[in-house]
């Protein structure tokens, strides 16, 4: 397991992260014990979360997935990395959601409980806010580093020129900067490349991207024709999965699983392995957020810290199923 600076921070993470947003819904506690146990086994320090987690539920669940990490890491806490989010509603108010200083204040204080700690190592704005300033968000989370009861500040699904707006607003008010991007990247998805990478590459930022089996399709477990099968991540509530559904369950993504599955058996190739392997080895990534909701699902990505690095012939092939795709707006 490689061990990797985040961004140009002197934080030391794994190249794997374990994801977190079955915990509470799609597993059950024991089963998400079972899932943190064999990370932390395989040599994973790196744990990522949010306050509104369990996906597929609504606000009033919220804090459970933050709640069953707390119970597990007690006894642990120094050896890891703790990241977490906030920004979606977790009540029903008007400032239970969203980056005003106001609501960013409560949510901290609320994760801390839940987590049983006095401090996240990352805190991460969970998405970008039109309707609160740069400035007020930036300066909110500011004021975390300084009390602290945070060490980092990060975002997830982020455009590029708002992450280097929010860095110039920080320079210029000597706040603290955003240190690393959350994005989605996978082999079928890889819109970031032209913008978020070379920014995050240019600013020092570290990227921990997610979805990087792109949601279960490039196991090979879904079939072209198929329907979303109950308790997979296409097929849960709160519109989680409609969104999955909109981002790959099109008939060209079906196509390019299948042509990926295929190269794979030629080049005597794990599907899984490789398609984790091809995230981290990709320029400017410093850790992948892997997921499950089985602790057996985890077996497939963290072999992938074992692979040897993609040959470039490798790499132009697999190069092939993102341009074969349609171009479509970006979905998050």
Request: glycine fraction near 8%; charge should be neutral; aromatic fraction near 10%.
């Amino acid at each position: 397991m490689k061990i990797r600076n985040l961004g140009k921070t002197g934080l030391r993470v794994t190249e794997l992260c374990l994801g977190t947003m079955t915990f509470g819904n799609q597993s059950d506690r024991k089963t998400s014990f079972q899932i943190l146990d064999k990370a932390y086994e395989a040599g994973i320090n790196f744990i990522d979360t949010a306050d509104a987690y369990p996906l597929g539920k609504d606000f009033k669940d919220a804090g459970k997935t933050e709640s069953i990490i707390g119970e597990w890491i007690k006894g642990k806490r120094d050896e890891l990395v703790i990241a977490s989010k906030c920004f979606m509603p977790t009540g029903p108010g008007p400032n239970d959601m969203g980056m005003s200083r106001k609501h960013i204040i409560s949510a901290i204080d609320k994760t801390l409980e839940r987590l049983g700690t006095d401090y996240l190592d990352l805190y991460q704005i969970h998405n970008f806010d039109p309707m609160t300033p740069i400035e007020e968000m930036m300066g909110a989370f500011d004021d975390l580093v300084h009390q602290g009861k945070i060490r980092y500040v990060g975002v997830s699904n982020w455009r590029s020129w708002q992450v280097a707006k929010a860095n110039g607003i920080a320079e210029k008010r000597n706040f603290a900067k955003v240190v690393s991007i959350q994005p989605r990247y996978n082999l079928l998805f890889r819109m970031i490349e032209d913008d978020i990478v070379p920014m995050a590459l240019d600013e020092g930022a570290g990227i921990i991207s997610f979805n990087p089996l792109a949601g279960g399709m490039l196991t090979g477990r879904y079939r072209k024709g198929s329907k979303p099968e109950s308790g997979t991540r296409f097929a849960l509530g709160n519109n989680a999965g409609d969104l999955y559904q909109e981002r790959y369950w099109q008939n060209a993504t079906f196509d390019a699983v299948e042509e990926y599955l295929k190269w794979c058996r030629e080049q005597d190739l794990d599907p899984v392995s490789t398609a984790v392997h091809w995230v981290t080895q990709q320029p400017g990534i410093t850790s992948a957020i892997i997921g499950a909701s089985k602790a057996e699902q985890l077996d497939g990505s963290l072999k992938s810290t074992q692979a040897e690095d993609l040959t470039q012939e490798q790499l132009k092939w697999l190069d092939h199923l993102w341009y074969m795709l349609p171009r479509r707006k970006e979905i998050r």
